[in-house]
């Protein structure tokens, strides 16, 4: 019942936002404030998510080489500022990864 | 319009979405076995693509349910992620408030990070050609079948290989979601959103709930809002 009930809340609120401008089309537009913050949703959220999946491991704050999610995310991160290509960033995440593994 | 173009246009939707499903194709995988790891039934994770169908607000839901976060946590959180595509929508409804009522709803369902860019750079390459809407079916359902392909592949690999959240597969997730961020920094303002989102997050992490998280969404936009207002004036319209 539970996932059930999850389910059906998380398809109404992925459908909602998704819906809401097509019903809406040709009869209002969103204030410019509320555009701009929408413009900030993804970074803030994926940062968020990346920053709390990185530096914590089994609850404790880990910063220095021993941290592997740490060094994948910092390689992955150079990989896309220098190449903004979504593959290869992966790639190199997953194989400093590896690497961090192996040595650590 | 004659079925042949219709089915065309489609065809070329699905084309043009190509290099853009191998790219989420990891991504659906680690989901699917991400979810069996963590404990959650085959019948909820592929369930969850088939209804939800949102990738990131997938796994960001994974692992909050498998962090004990309480379920008001979880379904604001997923609210939020997908506030992008209140953005997106908002950015093709001048092209398709012509539509029938029943073609909304649809389009909808399948809007994803991936069919809007494929979409979007259509739309700029021919404006007002019509039959944008076959072009957006045909990328939109190839992308759905993908995501429950991989999911489903995703599953079977996790239920096959117990152990294998101790891999590290979340790290693939980790990785992916930089690479997606890191090509939105474009501005100070969005630097200095994305620095003070981390610099929250790593403080706020014992909050109960993923409170912290979600004060860290929240003032990470207000910093980017008011930077933005203060280096460029001038109201943009997206």
């Known amino acids: 019942m539970y996932e059930v009930l999850l389910i059906a809340g998380m398809m109404a609120l992925t459908f909602g936002p998704r819906y809401l401008p097509f019903a809406l089309a040709g009869r209002i537009q969103l204030p410019p404030l509320v555009t701009q913050a929408l413009e900030f949703v993804p970074v803030a959220v994926l940062t968020a998510i990346i920053t709390q999946a990185t530096l914590y491991r089994d609850g404790i704050l880990v910063i220095n080489l021993d941290n592997h999610y740490l060094v994948a995310a910092l390689c992955a991160f150079a990989t896309s500022l220098l190449t903004r290509h979504m593959f290869l960033t992966i790639l190199v995440g997953l194989v400093t990864y590896g690497i961090s593994l192996w040595l650590g | ?238």
């Open chain 2, 1 to 238: 319009m004659n079925h042949k173009v219709r089915l065309s246009l489609a065809l070329s939707g699905a084309r043009d979405t190509i290099p853009l499903i191998i790219a989420a194709m990891p991504f659906g995988l680690v989901f699917g076995a991400l979810a069996i790891s963590s404990g959650f039934s085959a019948t909820f994770t592929m369930a969850m693509s088939v209804f939800v169908f949102a990738g990131a607000s997938q796994f960001i839901a994974i692992s909050l349910l498998a962090s004990a976060a309480a379920f008001p946590v979880v379904l604001i959180t997923v609210f939020i992620v997908n506030l992008r595509h209140l953005l997106y929508s908002a950015s093709l409804m001048n092209d398709m408030h012509a539509l029938a009522g029943w073609a909304k709803p649809i389009l909808s369902f399948w809007m994803t990070d991936e069919t809007f860019a494929v979409v979007t750079s259509r739309r700029l390459k021919y404006p007002k050609s019509p039959g944008l809407f076959w072009y957006y079916l045909g990328s939109a359902l190839f992308m759905y079948l993908s995501w429950q392909l991989f999911t489903w592949i995703g599953i079977h690999a996790g239920e096959q290989i117990p152990d294998l959240s101790k891999w590290g597969l979340d790290v693939a997730m980790v990785v992916a979601f930089v690479g997606i961020v890191t090509p939105l920094l474009k501005t100070k303002s969005h630097w200095a959103c994305a620095l003070t989102s981390a610099v929250s997050a790593g403080l706020t992490f014992h909050w109960p709930y993923q409170l912290g998280f979600l004060f860290s969404c929240a003032l990470a936009i207000i910093v980017g809002v008011t930077i933005n207002w203060k280096t460029r004036p001038e109201v943009q319209h997206v």
